[in-house]
């Protein structure tokens, strides 16, 4: 396609980001997806197994792999949650909790820098468009199959 498109811009600016965050993660011995996992776990209360990968939008399979890995690094430790018998509970350990850090202040450090190049009303806009391209794909209005 020679016009931009929605798409293409929403790809192309996504790809840029997620090489630049595993591009950085690399110092800290992480990847971006085991930086938004540790990002993503409540580092007080700890986070049921079965709330993170709809929080994360991940598959099970996907997220499964990350916990093992991450786990078998000494990120993270599961503990069986008290409200629920048969649920667990991914708590981070004083390592994942550092790793946890790191990777906050990457997070904060790009946002940061966003905001010093590009003005708050169009930041506004940016996230008042993100809003409604999830609402419509949420509420299946792109595609709408036909009834016939």
Not at 138 to 147: A, E, G, M, R
């Amino acid at each position: 396609m020679k016009e931009l498109t929605i798409d293409y811009a929403l790809r192309a600016t996504w790809q840029a980001v997620s090489k630049m965050y595993n591009e950085e993660a690399k110092h800290y011995g992480l990847t971006m997806a085991i930086g938004f996992t540790l990002l993503s776990i409540d580092p007080k209360k700890g986070t049921p197994s079965t709330a993170l990968g709809p929080k994360m939008g991940m598959e099970a399979t996907s997220l499964s792999r990350i916990l093992k890995n991450i786990e078998e690094r000494g990120y993270i430790q599961r503990k069986p949650n008290p409200k629920d018998g048969r649920g667990v509970l991914i708590h981070l350990t004083a390592l994942g909790l550092e790793k946890r850090k790191d990777s906050k202040d990457v997070v904060l450090r790009f946002n940061e820098v966003v905001r010093e190049h590009v003005a708050e009303e169009d930041l506004t806009s940016f996230f008042k468009t993100a809003m409604v391209i999830n609402k419509l794909i949420t509420d299946k209005k792109v595609y709408i199959k036909s009834t016939n």
